[in-house]
Structure formats: structure tokens, C-alpha cells
């Protein structure tokens, strides 16, 4: 988020050229519809195939419908925020920008939390399985709306609290820090307790394998992603000079890019999941082929030839 002194060219940031704002604008539409695209992918491959709906796949679901409203608010907000700067002026109407800002923050929030969550609930399930598998659905999915409200909670107090939210955004950053720290605990937790269950067996299970792996992926993609944007806004507060353009759009695109981070460690890892999105991937394909005109037109004619043998085959009989 551009600081509005951006604007009128008083602040620390150099004006980009048109060339570096164009580039940005396409980074972050990509960016934006790669996330929009793969997490639509994921929410209909585990609606639509009923071996992957488990307990844990919920918190997953809640986890992509985040990451890809994340991904819809990101393109227009990127492309405004940039062309503002680029042209010293608000190029939308303040209300607008301030919804689209508030959206930001709320999806932005929200993911995170929800990747909380989830590590919180794979840690439960790792070490409480039968008491994991005792809870029901239902207590389950009351569980989920928690870091919506308080993804809510937290974008409406950093617009109500207007003239603090220099403090505000300090507090927001320590929330980042702690669900990190959360996230980190959990899987390090996990980590230890497949590496004991490893210890305790003489054959390795492949299985338990597998899971320190994605473990590991999990940590460091997300550790990758979060901490620039907490370590930037931390120094940015006590330290107002010295950060480009280029540099502080480079930390809200590595942020963004946490979004993609699930959708990409199911298609590495979980190959149940590979497997059915090739499925709906191969039957979307079809289904486009049958209704392209050239196809139509094929089919057709393919028809009627065996409309014709058939009758000729009739006559001769």
C-alpha cells in the first residue's frame, strides 16, 4: 500500500516510469489470476470428489476461499495504487479505494489466520488422531468463521481508528509475528513427532516420510512469503527513507505469492489430489472441444455419413 504522500511526490518513493508501472500492473494481474485460478481448481477438485472431503480438508477450504478472494481484490487494488503513483493524482473515487483497501487487509488477514488455523488443526490431528476424528463437522466448520471475524475486526479498527493507525499497523504486524510464530510451533511440533515415530520403527514409513516433507515445504514457503512484508513495516515506521518503489512492490508480490503456496503443495504432494485435477482438468478440455464450431462441424458431418451409409446399407439389404 503506497503511502499517500506518494502521490503528490513529497515522499521517500522516486516516480516510476510508465514502462516499470506497466510491468508491476502485469506482474500482479498475473499474479492475481494464477491465484484466482489455481485455488478455484482446488475448491471444486474436493467439491466434486467425495474421497477427498475429510475433517481436514475443511480448514483447507476455508484456507482457498481466502487465498482466492485475495487474489480478486489484489489485481484492481495493485493497478489503482500503481497508476495513482505513476500520475500524482487518486485516479478513482476516495470510497472506492478505501472498500478495495479494507478488502485488502481483510483477505490478507484472513489468510493468514486460516493458515493458522490449519496448522493448529494438523498438530491436534497429529497428535490427538482419535479425538481429532471424534469431532464432528459441524463443531468443526464453527471453528472456521473465527478468522474471518477476526480478519474483519482488524481491517474495521485500522479505518474506525484513524488517527492511530500508526500504532494500529504496529499491533497488526505483531498479529502476523504471533500467527507465524504459531504456524512455526506447530509444524516444528509435528515435525518431532513423526521424526519420534520414525526413531521408533525400524522400516521408515513412507507415509511418515512424505508428511515431514510437506512439513518442511509448508514452514519455509510461508516463513519465505510473511516475513519481508513484517521485517519492511517494522523498519518502515522508525526508518522513512530509503525504501523504492521497486522494493516495496517486490514485498507486497512476495506476499501475495503465499497464496499460491497450497495449491502447489497439493499438486506436489498430495497425488489423490494431482490425480483428480488432471480429471476435472481433462474433463473441462472435452467438454470445450465439444462446443468449439470446428468440432460441431465434424461431428455433424461424421454423423451424416453414417446417416447416408446406413440408408445405403438399407437399400442394398
Request: net charge positive; with cysteine; hydrophobic share 50%.
Amino acid at each position: 500500500m503506497m503511502n499517500e504522500s506518494s502521490y503528490n511526490g513529497s515522499s521517500q518513493f522516486v516516480v516510476p516510469s510508465r514502462v516499470t508501472a506497466v510491468v508491476w500492473c502485469v506482474a500482479f494481474g498475473f499474479t492475481g489470476t494464477l491465484i484466482v485460478t489455481l485455488n478455484v481448481g482446488t475448491l471444486i477438485t474436493f467439491a466434486i470428489n467425495k474421497p477427498l472431503r475429510r475433517h481436514g480438508v475443511y480448514s483447507l477450504l476455508n484456507l482457498a476461499t481466502a487465498d482466492m478472494l485475495l487474489g480478486l481484490v489484489m489485481i484492481p487494488y495493485y493497478t489503482i495504487d500503481v497508476a495513482s503513483a505513476i500520475l500524482a493524482k487518486q485516479i478513482v473515487h476516495p470510497q472506492i479505494l478505501t472498500t478495495l483497501r479494507a478488502l485488502y487487509i481483510t483477505t490478507v488477514v484472513a489468510s493468514l489466520f486460516c493458515l493458522a488455523l490449519v496448522s493448529l488443526q494438523r498438530m491436534y490431528a497429529t497428535y490427538c488422531p482419535f479425538g481429532y476424528r471424534a469431532k464432528e463437522a459441524k463443531m468443526l466448520a464453527s471453528m472456521f468463521t473465527v478468522p474471518w471475524m477476526l480478519a474483519g475486526a482488524t481491517s474495521l479498527v485500522f479505518f474506525l481508528l484513524d488517527s492511530v493507525q500508526d500504532q494500529i499497523v504496529i499491533f497488526i504486524q505483531v498479529l502476523f509475528a504471533l500467527s507465524l510464530g504459531i504456524i512455526l510451533i506447530c509444524y516444528i511440533a509435528i515435525f518431532i513427532k513423526v521424526k519420534m515415530r520414525c526413531s521408533r520403527q525400524r522400516h521408515i514409513d513412507i507415509r511418515d516420510r512424505h508428511l515431514a516433507g510437506t512439513v518442511f515445504m509448508v514452514t519455509a514457503l510461508s516463513l519465505i512469503t510473511w516475513i519481508p512484508s513484517i521485517v519492511f513495516h517494522s523498519i518502515y515506521k522508525t526508518q522513512t527513507r530509503g525504501f523504492s518503489f521497486n522494493l516495496q512492490l517486490s514485498i507486497y508480490l512476495i506476499l501475495c505469492t503465499n497464496s499460491l503456496i497450497n495449491p502447489i503443495v497439493y499438486l506436489l504432494r498430495m497425488k489423490d489430489f494431482r490425480k483428480a485435477l488432471f480429471r476435472l482438468m481433462t474433463k473441462c478440455s472435452a467438454v470445450g472441444m465439444s462446443m468449439s464450431p470446428v468440432h460441431y462441424i465434424n461431428s455433424t458431418s461424421r454423423r451424416s455419413s453414417e446417416v447416408r451409409l446406413t440408408s445405403v446399407c438399407f437399400k442394398e439389404t
